[in-house]
């Protein structure tokens, strides 16, 4: 984070012709923004948005509506521009990259011990690193992975504590039987990995899925690429909870694009610190609600670059 | 409105792939966009961002931290693309057109008695309504006042009852002195002006302005043309409630853009009963909250008409 270029772009604000804060948030915003660039006055000009999928082995005991066919199947979806996030990417002009990470193998029942290898956590959190367009003005992560909202939920009771029941959500829309499956495998998850609650990556590994490891992979790539980052729904959020209890300020990048409709995900923003951009109840994932406040950042930067000052525009100040 | 082709988008939406409400609001934002238009498939091509000036003999009271000439100058300002308007509408894609009402005669100080005569408040009722892009498939209207807060508010007292310190805020920044002195301008507008409380259209003629009646004139035209509105701040709130209180569902074609941080439009939005689509603490008017809630629309209407069904895309069913 560069002081200089945020002090700079905080100077230049207060010049704009606007009463001092009236743009509200988009203000704070494109002080952040210029200071996590190094760029006093910056546009968005190559905004990613980066959608990982995995399976999950837990899917065989019955927590989600869906079959777990239909992550492959999104996929396939996505490849054709069918799904929510391909045209949310497109009205907010970003690139949209897919990747399925072995949706073939899916990540062991964490009910039966961890859902990964080492070597399949670091494969994951290598290809979110490697998925990141370096050259990307602004990453936002998401993902498909029927069952991942119970893998999500067990990652934040190991990562942050509290029962399962104040974690577990309806998904894509289980019955309250299947909620209270949902708690009950989350439960067995955590007694079949007394391990996960030693370090946050030991919870990544055991409780975790490909996509989620590959979400905190990607995060972690923005943050040594200087590249902002806006975070989606509860699942991603679990993702950046490993690397907000590995190191505290690590997602000091990151802002919340958007406040979900699943149970858990504001209790998870709390716990970061985070105050989401949008609250308009999406609940889908795929990177979806983050993608929609792409032009909220656009907005901000285009106010901060492109108008005048009270002195370049003969205006009189209070 | 066509419940016909409201009826037919939410027969799509439920095709679509996604669990059924995972988009949240942009669904319903959608189905109720084709109700207004009357087409069951549609994309927002020509939105269109009108703002009104007008000035207020009031300003002679303290109301504001702005002298009066920062109305014309602003005008300027957005004629020369420097406002934060300016930069809002581009990022959305809007069509941004400005409309000076009689600068140099502003309307009467209300303390005294009516800001404006029948006559003035026909001719700016007017200019509001021709205004409006009859092509334009989306409308946000907006202002630009020094001293138009007090204004609102005394509308806003007239129209809905209470105290004026229930609905005076700090507009452009004014301090704790000069926001008892709005209050005060408000109660004395009141008193000096028995028949405000006769009917709306006489709270608008003795309390408003005239960017204020056009406003209203330019949502009244807009719904004669099936044109969804987006609402802005407490101004544009102000305006609406007058056609609000003549005739109930009134303001069915206008969704709020946003809630801003002006002390009462939270409050006026609770009278209107409308839940705004962004929350990010803006308190600037010139359209600008409800500018930037644009793409909110575009994007639900792209999720809307280029999604995938289950069916196109062979994803499995829920």
Chains 1, 2 share one sequence.
Not at 98 to 111: C, G, I, K, N, Y
Not at 139 to 168: H, K, Q, R
């Amino acid at each position: 984070f560069d002081a200089a270029s945020a002090a700079l772009a905080r100077e230049r604000d207060a010049s704009l012709t606007k009463p001092p804060g009236a743009l509200g948030r988009l203000e704070d915003l494109a002080i952040w923004y210029a200071g996590w660039r190094g760029a006093p006055l910056t546009a968005l000009a190559r905004p990613q948005v980066a959608v990982f999928a995995g399976n999950h082995g837990i899917t065989a005991r019955g927590v989600s509506a869906f079959p777990a066919e239909v992550t492959a199947q999104m996929v396939e979806n996505f490849r054709h521009g069918g799904a929510a996030v391909n045209q949310l990417a497109a009205v907010a002009g970003a690139t949209l990259t897919v990747h399925a990470l072995e949706l073939d193998r899916p990540v062991a029942d964490f009910t039966l011990g961890p859902a990964m290898t080492e070597a399949e956590l670091v494969a994951a959190l290598r290809t979110g690193w490697d998925a990141v367009d370096p050259e990307a003005d602004l990453l936002v992560t998401g993902e498909m992975g029927i069952g991942n909202t119970t893998s999500a939920a067990a990652l934040a009771t190991a990562l942050w504590g509290g029962d399962p029941e104040g974690w577990v959500g309806r998904g894509t829309g289980i019955d309250d039987a299947g909620l209270a499956r949902k708690a009950e495998v989350v439960r067995a998850g955590i007694s079949a990995n007394p391990e996960a609650l030693a370090t946050p990556l030991a919870a990544l590994r055991c409780l975790g899925g490909r996509e989620i490891a590959a979400m905190a992979g990607a995060m972690a790539r923005a943050r040594a690429a200087r590249i902002p980052v806006l975070l989606d729904g509860f699942i991603t959020c679990a993702a950046a909870s490993v690397l907000a209890r590995m190191a505290p300020g690590a997602l000091d990048h990151c802002l919340a694009g958007h406040v979900s409709a699943e149970a858990g995900h504001g209790k998870l923003l709390e716990r970061l610190g985070k105050q989401p951009l949008l609250a308009l109840g999406l609940r889908l994932g795929e990177a979806s609600g983050a993608a929609l406040a792409i032009p909220v950042v656009r907005a901000a930067l285009a106010c901060h670059t492109g108008m005048a000052s009270f002195a370049e525009a003969g205006v009189s100040d209070a």
